[in-house]
Structures are given as structure tokens and as C-alpha cells.
């Protein structure tokens, strides 16, 4: 097939070359000029593991970069919508681009497209892009509106895009939705197809679900802290009953990137608009923003005061196995540990660069153990592996003190205790009364 991915981000570049891989002869869009330019001289512009690969296998065979919408959209059948949707002031789903990229596929279009949407968007964008279409399309041009919601997670975007537990395609013809499952076809998973505001709904219904189930156990946490239970093995005693599963089920600083915050807000404000003011999101919010709260609470139970104090931040990035710094716990955490006057020492496998940016006062170090060097305690922030194979011993000898806050609960409580570390979890049943 002929496709057209409008938006060449974590979604529409990861979208774009795998559907190139699976045979489809693909031109991806942006109005990103540098990042068009670069992709076409094959520089990857975010870290995902084997994207790199894809990408280099598919590049001007079947895998196009260009800015030019109107060259993309008339070479194409199918144009997929994959921009950003951030939140706006008070949390609604900002859908400008959503908007100017349907506004410039009307003017593109030549003849008959299925435009399907891929973005996040609130639930009825379906029908605001048809309206676009019609008001600015050429009116003897037909089309169809597919909603084609995206489930991938970064850092394991490209299996989820190629081996996805389910794919939802809510259409009003189900001809125009058949036509978008044979894209999928090869990949063997579950297809549903839909309705186009169920297919909306579904999307946002899944990650506000997502995090309910976050802060749920972050709640059971700091209530362990309490009272001296470990949310570690309590989360492992609930997981076995396969109502409630292991999955998604971690203790700590909470939720981040460019999803689930914004969706669970977004979620929240739809229902505000359409009379039904949720009770639950607002309050799913609050409990992640606290985790942070908790965290340096602990940072300063562990250290006192942090004035001219060093510390080392493990993790940059809002999870492993990404470079993505949108909402991530650092960039609350930094600022706060700056304003406190500490000295910070941080390493991140992959997202250094992009927290250089975002960070001009703090020493970026080449590894775990130079970022600990002459540390007060070690906070770990973002879960990589590498930091679950450090050498314990070789360590020690480089802090200041062996202390660790750790963030992800990473570690076993006792364990770091006979490593002659005084270790910090988030509700590992320390008895802390905050
Ligand atoms: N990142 C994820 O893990 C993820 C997962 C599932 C769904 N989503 C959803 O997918 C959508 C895209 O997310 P993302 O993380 O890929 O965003 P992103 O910010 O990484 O990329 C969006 C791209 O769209 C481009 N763009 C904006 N307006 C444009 C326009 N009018 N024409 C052409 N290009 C335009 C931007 O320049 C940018 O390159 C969002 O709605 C998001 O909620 C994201």
C-alpha cells in the first residue's frame, strides 16, 4: 500500500518504518525541517531500540522523508495523522495540529484517501476532521475517517508496533476499516473493529486505567511505609490473582512521559465538557504528583539538610530504554534539589543529551560510579538495567556515604543492608512517618 504518515515523532516515525518494513512503500511528513533533513541523511532523531535498524533497511527503498505535504498526500492511499496532542492550560487535549494537519491534507487531496488518525484525540475528533474535510476539501473528492488509536510504549515501541496485543479500528464504512486492517494483516493480532468514538474512547480509556492502577499502588506504598509492610512483596501477592496481574504494577515516583499525564488530564477535562466530571482522574493526578513530594521528603530525611550537599541522580529519562525526558520525575526532582542548594552528579544511558539542554547546572558524568563519586546518596530516578548490575563493592568505595534513595525500588531492602548500605524504597516498609 501507499501511505502517507503526517507527524514523523516517537508515534509517526516508529509507525511509518515499520509499516515500510512490513512492505508498504512509505512517506513520512513533518513540518520539522531539521528533523526531516536528518532523517534523510539517515540520522535517527530519538533513541528506540532497533528503529536504527528499520530505518537504515527501508530508507529510499520504501521509506520516504519529506515536508512536503502535498507531494505525500496525492502519492498516497492511506494518510495517517500521528502529531502531538499536548495538553493545553488546564489540561484539555490541545488539537491544533491535529487541525492544521487535516486543514493541509484537504487542501492536498486529488482523490479518494482514507485519512485515519492515529494521534491521541479527544473523543468526536473523527467528526471535526470530516468537517475539515468538507469545508476545505475539493467537492467532488470522496474520503474516509478511520480511527486508528496507537498502543506502543516507548523504548519497546517497535515490538509493540509489530507484535501489538490488539489493534482498534473504529470507522463509520466498514470498507474504509477493512482497508486499514490489511495493513495489519501480517502481524497475526487481535483486530477490532469499531465504531469511530469507541475507537477514541478505548484509547484514552486504556491509559487512564494505565495509571489509575499506578497510583493505586503508589497509595498502598506510602500506606506500607507506615506500617512496616513491603509493597514489593505485597504487589507480588496480589499479581498471582490474574484479575489484577503483575504487569504495570510498580511502586514509586510515579507516572511520566508524554501520555499518561496528559491523557488522564485530558480524559478529565472531556468529561468536565460532556457533564461528567470525573471523581477518580483528578484525584489519580494528585496522588503521582505527591510521589515526588515523598521522594525528596525521603531525600531529606536521608541526607538533612542539602545545602552545598552532593548528590548523585540516576536517571534522567522518564523510563528505561528511552531518551524521552517529557514529564519525567527529573524534571520536577532537579530543579527542587537545585533550589535546596544540593550539587547534583547525574548519569543516564541515553537521554544526556537531551537533558543537557534542559540542565545547565548540574555535572553530567559517564557512568554510574563517576556520577557517585564523593556523593551524600545516590537517588535513582529511571529503572535501567545497567543500574541493577553495578558492582556493590566498587561502589562503596566511591560515595561519600553509602546511602540510596531509590525511586524505582530497584533493590532488596536486606540484601543492600548486608552490602553495608543504608537503602531507601518507596513503601519497603521502613516505618517512616512522613
Ligand atoms: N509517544 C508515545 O509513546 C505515544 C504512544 C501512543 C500514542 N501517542 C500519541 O501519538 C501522538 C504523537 O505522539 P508523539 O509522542 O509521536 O509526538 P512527538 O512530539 O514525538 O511527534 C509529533 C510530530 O508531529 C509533528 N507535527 C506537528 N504538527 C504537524 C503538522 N501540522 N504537520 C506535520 N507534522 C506535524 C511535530 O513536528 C513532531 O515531529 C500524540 O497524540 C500522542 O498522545 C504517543
Same mark, same amino acid.
Given at each position: 500500500m501507499r501511505? /502517507?504518515?503526517?507527524?514523523?515523532?516517537?508515534?509517526?516515525?516508529?509507525?511509518?518504518?515499520?509499516?515500510?518494513?512490513?512492505?508498504?512503500?512509505?512517506?513520512?511528513?513533518?513540518?520539522?525541517r531539521k528533523k526531516i533533513a536528518e532523517l534523510k541523511k539517515g540520522i535517527v532523531p530519538i533513541f528506540e531500540p532497533g528503529l536504527g535498524e528499520i530505518i537504515k533497511r527501508n530508507r529510499n527503498h520504501r521509506l520516504f522523508f519529506t515536508t512536503d505535504m502535498v507531494k505525500a498526500v496525492q502519492a498516497s492511499d492511506l494518510i495517517f495523522i500521528a502529531v502531538n496532542t499536548p495538553s493545553g492550560k488546564n489540561g484539555e487535549v490541545d488539537?491544533?495540529?491535529?487541525k492544521a494537519a487535516a486543514k493541509a491534507i484537504a487542501k492536498s487531496i486529488n482523490r479518494?484517501?482514507?485519512?485515519?488518525?492515529?494521534?491521541?484525540?479527544?473523543?468526536?475528533m473523527g467528526d471535526i476532521v470530516t468537517q475539515i474535510l468538507i469545508k476545505l476539501g475539493p467537492k467532488d473528492v470522496s474520503f474516509d475517517v478511520v480511527s486508528n488509536p496507537e498502543f506502543l510504549r516507548e523504548g519497546s515501541a517497535v515490538t509493540d508496533l509489530l507484535r501489538?496485543?490488539?489493534?482498534?479500528?473504529?470507522?463509520?464504512?466498514?470498507?474504509?476499516?477493512?482497508?486499514?486492517?490489511?495493513?495489519?494483516?501480517?502481524?497475526?493480532?487481535?483486530?477490532?473493529?469499531?465504531?469511530?468514538?469507541?475507537?477514541?474512547?478505548? *484509547?484514552?480509556?486504556?491509559?487512564?486505567?494505565? /495509571?489509575?492502577?499506578?497510583?493505586?499502588?503508589?497509595?498502598?506504598?506510602?500506606?506500607?511505609d507506615k506500617v512496616g509492610a513491603d509493597v514489593v512483596q505485597v504487589t507480588k501477592g496480589m499479581s498471582y490473582d490474574s484479575r489484577i496481574g503483575?504487569?504495570?504494577?510498580?511502586?514509586?515516583?510515579?507516572?511520566?512521559?508524554?501520555?499518561?499525564? *496528559?491523557?488522564?488530564?485530558?480524559?478529565?477535562?472531556?468529561?468536565?465538557?460532556?457533564?461528567?466530571?470525573?471523581?477518580?482522574?483528578?484525584?489519580?493526578?494528585?496522588?503521582?504528583?505527591?510521589?515526588?513530594?515523598?521522594?525528596?521528603e525521603k531525600v531529606r530525611k536521608a541526607v538533612g539538610s542539602l545545602k552545598g550537599k552532593t548528590l548523585a541522580i540516576w536517571g534522567l529519562s522518564f523510563k528505561?530504554?528511552?531518551?524521552?525526558?517529557?514529564? /519525567?520525575?527529573?524534571?520536577?526532582?532537579?530543579?527542587?534539589?537545585? /533550589?535546596?542548594?544540593?550539587k547534583l552528579r547525574a548519569y543516564d544511558p541515553v537521554a544526556m543529551a537531551k537533558a543537557r539542554v534542559l540542565f545547565k547546572k548540574i555535572k553530567y558524568c559517564r557512568n554510574p560510579y563517576e556520577a557517585a563519586m564523593g556523593a551524600e546518596a545516590i537517588l535513582i530516578l529511571t529503572e535501567w538495567n545497567e543500574f541493577k548490575q553495578v558492582d556493590l563493592q566498587v561502589l562503596k568505595t566511591t560515595v561519600k556515604h553509602p546511602v540510596i534513595v531509590d525511586g524505582r525500588n530497584m533493590y532488596e531492602p536486606q540484601e543492600m543492608a548486608e552490602k553495608g548500605f543504608v537503602y531507601h524504597g518507596m513503601g519497603r516498609g521502613e516505618v517512616a512517618h512522613f
Open positions: 501511505i /502517507a504518515v503526517v507527524g514523523t515523532g516517537y508515534v509517526g516515525l516508529v509507525t511509518g518504518s515499520c509499516f515500510a518494513d512490513l512492505g508498504n512503500v512509505v512517506t513520512c511528513v513533518d513540518v520539522d488539537i491544533t495540529n491535529v479518494y484517501k482514507i485519512i485515519i488518525n492515529k494521534s491521541t484525540v479527544p473523543i468526536g501489538p496485543e490488539r489493534i482498534v479500528i473504529g470507522a463509520t464504512r466498514r470498507s474504509a476499516a477493512q482497508k486499514v486492517a490489511e495493513i495489519y494483516k501480517p502481524l497475526n493480532s487481535p483486530i477490532l473493529i469499531t465504531d469511530l468514538k469507541s475507537a477514541e474512547m478505548i *484509547k484514552y480509556a486504556s491509559n487512564a486505567f494505565l /495509571a489509575l492502577k499506578i497510583s493505586y499502588i503508589n497509595e498502598i506504598a506510602n500506606l506500607c503483575s504487569q504495570f504494577f510498580n511502586s514509586g515516583l510515579g507516572f511520566g512521559g508524554s501520555c499518561f499525564p *496528559k491523557d488522564v488530564a485530558g480524559l478529565a477535562q472531556i468529561g468536565k465538557e460532556n457533564g461528567y466530571p470525573f471523581r477518580l482522574l483528578p484525584e489519580v493526578l494528585a496522588v503521582n504528583q505527591y510521589q515526588k513530594k515523598l521522594f525528596l528505561p530504554n528511552t531518551d524521552d525526558m517529557r514529564q /519525567a520525575p527529573s524534571l520536577t526532582l532537579i530543579p527542587a534539589l537545585l /533550589a535546596k542548594g544540593a
